[in-house]
């Protein structure tokens, strides 16, 4: 593998927003804020590899994978194996909702372990913990499209100057990078300039 693997974690963020990806991965400005923190804090009891078993399931903590063809690497927060099957489970801080970022982490992580292992994954699942309930996200063509057309622009985006900020509040605010992203001055100053 080399330096120019994409962390799964990365391709969150590019879907989250291109501007946080190219502050994180290109540039290497990574900022704390409350939703980084709390993260951190819940995964504190996943984040120790190692393989444990639940009935008839083996659970396989922190699972490095990677895809030599989409050149993406990263860790699964878990995989789960029962009847032969293998379902990627990632932890998510937030509340259980459509969130694109979150579907492509998953699914490019279930790519990874398809090329690895040489085994169909049809779907993984998010567990949610604001209100401790699992998603099922089905891999299907579209969504393997999608996070694969993903993977391409951000490894693209690396090369390529910073994008402008984005058109969405409510993501700027929660986002961590704000205060060096600065997006509402930013755009005030294009705005100048035009």
């Not at 659970?59 to 989409?70: E, F, N, P, S």
């Not at 993903?150 to 509040?169: F, K």
Request: aromatic share 8%; proline share 4%.
């Amino acid at each position: 593998m080399t330096k120019d693997y994409l962390l799964l974690a990365y391709l969150n963020a590019w879907e989250y927003c291109p501007r946080r990806f190219y502050w994180e991965y290109v540039l290497g400005e990574m900022q704390d804020n409350e939703h980084i923190i709390l993260g951190r804090h819940l995964h504190r009891n996943i984040d120790q590899p190692g393989t444990i078993q639940e009935g008839d399931t083996l659970i396989h903590q922190q699972q490095w994978v990677w895809c030599d063809r989409l050149q993406v690497v990263g860790i699964i927060d878990a995989v789960e194996e029962c009847d032969g099957q293998l379902v990627p489970v990632e932890y998510k801080k937030g509340k259980m909702a459509q969130h694109l970022n979150d579907h492509f982490q998953l699914c490019a992580a279930a790519l990874c372990l398809e090329e690895r292992t040489g085994r169909n994954i049809t779907y993984g699942e998010i567990f949610y913990h604001a209100n401790r309930r699992r998603q099922t996200v089905a891999f299907t063509p579209q969504l393997r499209e999608m996070t694969e057309q993903a993977i391409a622009l951000a490894h693209l985006a690396s090369q390529n100057p910073m994008p402008a900020p984005i058109d969405n509040t409510k993501k700027c605010q929660s986002c961590s990078v704000q205060g060096i992203c600065l997006p509402l001055e930013v755009k005030k100053l294009q705005q100048q300039n035009s």
